[in-house]
């Protein structure tokens, strides 16, 4: 894992670059249904006769955002690596990944990265990971 989300040398082709998204994507839609669940969970067991009930419930619903933030930060930092290699792929620098952050921009910027093939061969940041004249020319 450390290999494919957290280093920054090398390249990474579009279909490995999907891939990779949508499992981060997956586990971030995870984590959040199961924060949700958790919290419903809490809400239904909570004794709702008490006189501390409602500041009881702020403190888990606080719990419960703290955590979710928590681990939008940790797969966010998943998401740079294979950022930064896929911009090396098609021969820019990891810098233009600040480009996502910009609204309106990081439109354009996202469909640059899902649709434009990278360099054909070596560039500055490594070979080609593609074999060319195959069916997995992605």
């Known amino acids: 894992i450390k290999?494919?989300?957290?280093?920054y040398q090398g390249?990474?082709?579009?279909?490995?670059?999907?891939?990779?998204?949508?499992?981060?994507?997956?586990?971030?839609?995870?984590?959040?249904?199961?924060?949700e669940l958790c919290?419903?969970?809490?809400?239904?067991?909570?004794n709702t006769n008490g006189v501390g009930t409602w500041a009881l419930w702020k403190q888990a619903d606080h719990l419960f955002s703290v955590?979710?933030?928590t681990a939008v930060v940790l797969l966010a930092c998943c998401q740079?690596?294979?950022?930064?290699?896929?911009?090396?792929?098609?021969?820019?620098?990891?810098w233009w990944a600040l480009l996502?952050?910009?609204?309106?921009?990081?439109l354009v910027y996202w469909l640059r990265q899902y649709c434009?093939?990278?360099?054909?061969?070596?560039?500055?940041?490594?070979?080609?990971?593609?074999v060319h004249g195959t069916d997995d020319e992605y």
């Open 3 to 7: 290999q494919e989300y957290f280093t």
């Open 11 to 35: 390249r990474l082709n579009r279909k490995s670059y999907f891939y990779r998204v949508s499992y981060i994507l997956a586990a971030a839609l995870t984590v959040k249904l199961v924060l």
């Open 39 to 46: 919290s419903v969970i809490f809400l239904a067991f909570m």
């Open 67 to 69: 955590l979710a933030k």
């Open 80 to 94: 740079v690596g294979p950022e930064i290699k896929r911009l090396h792929d098609q021969g820019n620098s990891g």
């Open 100 to 106: 996502a952050l910009v609204p309106g921009v990081n």
């Open 116 to 130: 434009c093939r990278g360099d054909r061969g070596s560039n500055a940041y490594g070979h080609d990971s593609v």
